[in-house]
């Protein structure tokens, strides 16, 4: 399969990550991404590998996954900085993470999205998931 035809299945994906709600549906998430070849799904897996830090009582392995997805986001913001989706996916966590962690790139992310989300390649209704998600969680 070219792993460009993948992408289609992108909003699949959204879908399926902001659906997210239990440990089961974490875990099915992070196992459906083993069979998509698009790159696209990265800082979503990104993300979901960070998520899993939530379902662990252990210190150390709650660090662990919150590290391993947090350089899998960095490394790919790093290749593609202009990615929207990746800012996005990143602001989300860092609006998520305890303060502890240091982990705050948000008023660029803000910014970047703010600025690129008019000409961004995705569907409007996605554009506004985006902007409502951010919208929810700096409102609190």
């Known amino acids: 399969m070219n792993p460009q035809d993948d992408c289609n299945t992108m909003p699949e994906i ?10 089961e549906a974490l875990e099915k ?13 990265t800082p979503y897996l990104a993300s979901a590998t960070m998520w899993q830090a939530e379902y662990t009582n ?3 392995r709650k660090l662990n996954h919150f590290k391993a997805g947090k350089q899998i ?3 790919y913001i790093a290749k593609n900085p202009n990615n929207i989706e990746a800012r996005y996916v990143r602001l989300l966590c860092q609006l998520n993470a305890p ?21 961004a390649n ?3 209704d996605y554009k506004q998931i985006m902007l409502f998600n951010i919208k929810k969680h700096t409102d609190n």
């Open 14 to 23: 959204r879908a399926d990550f902001h659906a997210i709600l239990s440990e």
């Open 58 to 60: 252990w210190p150390f």
């Open 122 to 124: 995705l569907s409007e």
């Open 29 to 41: 998430f992070i196992s459906d991404m083993d069979n998509v070849a698009c790159d696209l799904k």
């Open 73 to 75: 986001l960095e490394d």
């Open 99 to 119: 303060g502890f962690l240091n982990y705050d790139n948000i008023e660029e992310d803000r910014t970047f999205i703010n600025t690129h989300i008019g000409t």
